[in-house]
Structures are given as C-alpha cells and as structure tokens.
C-alpha cells in the first residue's frame, strides 16, 4: 500500500511536466489551440486503443443521450478551456503560480460543489476546519506569489497584464473542478470512468480541431516545426500523459480513497512545478524558489490536508 501511494505523486508530478510540454509545443507551433489539439488528439487515440482493448464499444446509444441531462457533455469543452489556458499562461507566470492558482480555483470550486451538490455531487457539509483549511491555503497562494514585497516590487507586480492572468488561472482552475465533477457523473452513466474520460477526450479533440480550421491558424505552422518536434519526442508526450492522470485516478481511487489520491497528487504537481522552475527545465525560464515560495507551497499542501481530511 506504501509503493501505492507513489502513484498519485508520480501522476500530481506528470501533470506539472504536461503543462511544461504543452506549452513549448505551443511556442514550436505558434498557437496555444494548436498545441492543445495535438495533445487532446493524443490523449483520446491513447484513450479510445484502450477501451477498445477492453472490448468496449466507444459509442454511446441514443437513449443514453435523450434520458440525461445535456450537460453531462460539456466535460471537453472545459477541458478545452483549463488546458488552453494553461498553455497560455506557463511562459507569462512560470511553473508554480501556473500549477498553484489553478489548484486554488480547483479547490475553491470543489468546495461549492461540495456545499451544493452541484452536477448531482453528494452534499458535503463546510465545516470550521474546512474553511481554516481554505484560509491557509489563500495564504500559501498568495506567499508562492511572493505578494508580500516592497511597494515597488508590489505595483510591478500587480501590473493589470499579470493580475489578469493570475485571474485567468484561478478561472481555469474552476473549470477543471467543474469538468472533473460532469465527468465523474457521465463516468457513472456510462458504468466506466475510462469511457467518460474517451469521450471527454474526443469531444475536446473535435471542437480544437473545429477552432482550428475556423480561427487563422495556420497548419503550415506544424510543417515548420516538424523538424525540431522530430529530434525532440517529448514534446509529443502532453496528451499521453493527461491520459494516463486520468486513467490512474479512475484505477487509484476505489484503492486509496478519492482524498488521498487528491492530495499526493497535488503534492507531486506542487513539488515538481518547484523544480520545473528552480531549475528550469522543459525549456522554461529558470526561476529561483526562495525560501518564502517553498514555505508557501507547504502551507498550500497543509491546507489541502485539512480539507480533504478534517
């Protein structure tokens, strides 16, 4: 059971490593929707080999769709919006705050669905341990975001081109909570959390492919790109890893218990965006975690805790 819980860790770290690719690849092919394609494409072939692989039909019938609600549908479109937005905002924030304000906006949104029972959620009371938790994670947020500097150093970075995008990622990060809570539900209408995550997928694939061939972006930009994409493979990986946080999850779960597997996950995605940044790795501009970040990143993940488990 010790090894197990390696697994979230390694998948929390895997997704700080797609955000990384995806928005190289966004840079190789000059536009964030085309990136995302690629990757949602990649991640709903994986997806779809496997299903069939069970011997499962990727169709879903006709009365599956007139009997439940339309909105069990929508989890593509979201994840087309928390993906594309995250590759627009890793090279303008960098690693941490990319993987930090989403998971804020994840939380924050979990917890309304939670408090509601929004999208058929079972209701989860808010309790006074809860909304500490939330607390301290508001105040590892805002320390990973080295808020508390100077007046100078505050105006500079309060710039409105910044706190739009720290805006951007919080949004993203409620989308996702959102998506993960619709496909949860389809997951539970179609009896399998791998053919929720197929569909999910597809959906996500067609309408990026549909943006693509509306917007003006041109495919010739990945005709152009195709010579470093050749002697760099990684960066063909974004999809693939996706898919495999989804499918562990989905495998992980009903072992380790939906709380558990939440926050190692997050640990993993906090603690390799530190070094995706520290380091710069994956392409990225290389950004010293000081002292204060690294203390705000272990308030976020008590915080976490204390959510998902008082």
């Known amino acids: 059971m010790q090894l197990l819980a390696l697994l979230p860790i390694i998948m929390g770290s895997g997704i700080a490593i797609q955000t990384g690719i995806n928005a190289q690849l966004g840079k ?11 990757s949602f494409v990649i991640g709903a072939v994986f997806l779809t080999g496997l299903l069939v692989g069970q011997g499962t039909s990727p169709w879903v019938s006709q009365a599956i769709i007139a009997n439940h609600p339309w909105w069990i549908w929508l989890g593509g479109l979201l994840g087309v919006i928390g993906l594309t937005t ?6 303008k924030l960098g690693s941490i705050q990319t993987a930090v304000l989403p998971i804020f906006g994840q939380i924050i949104m979990g917890q309304l669905i939670d ?13 006074f341990a809860k909304a500490l938790g939330l607390l301290l994670l508001a105040g590892g947020v805002l320390l990973t975001m080295d808020f508390f500097h100077s007046s100078k150093q505050i105006s500079t970075r309060r710039s409105w081109s910044v706190g739009l995008y720290r805006l951007l990622g919080f949004l993203a990060g409620m989308v996702m909570a959102t998506q993960t ?25 067609v309408l990026l492919v549909v943006i693509v061939l509306v917007l003006p972006v041109p495919f010739a930009n990945l005709k152009l790109a195709t010579p470093d994409l050749k002697q760099n493979w990684w960066l063909w990986c974004g999809g693939f890893l996706g898919a ?36 710069g790795l994956l392409r990225s501009t290389a ?18 805790v204390m959510l998902h488990f008082m």
């Open 28 to 38: 190789e092919v000059r536009s964030p929707f085309l990136a995302s394609m690629i």
């Open 86 to 91: 995250n590759i627009l905002l890793f090279p």
């Open 115 to 127: 408090k509601f029972g929004l999208f058929k959620s079972p209701v989860v009371q808010f309790t």
């Open 181 to 205: 809570a619709i496909n949860g539900e389809l997951g539970l209408v179609l009896g399998s959390s791998l053919h929720a995550a197929m569909i999910s997928f597809t959906i996500g694939a």
């Open 244 to 279: 495999l946080y989804v499918l562990g999850s989905a495998w992980l779960v009903p072992q380790l218990g939906t709380g558990q597997v939440v926050v190692l996950a997050l640990f993993g995605q906090l603690f390799f965006s530190a070094v995706i940044d520290h380091w």
């Open 287 to 304: 950004t010293r975690v000081t002292l204060k970040r690294l203390l705000g990143l272990v308030v976020m993940f008590i915080g976490v």
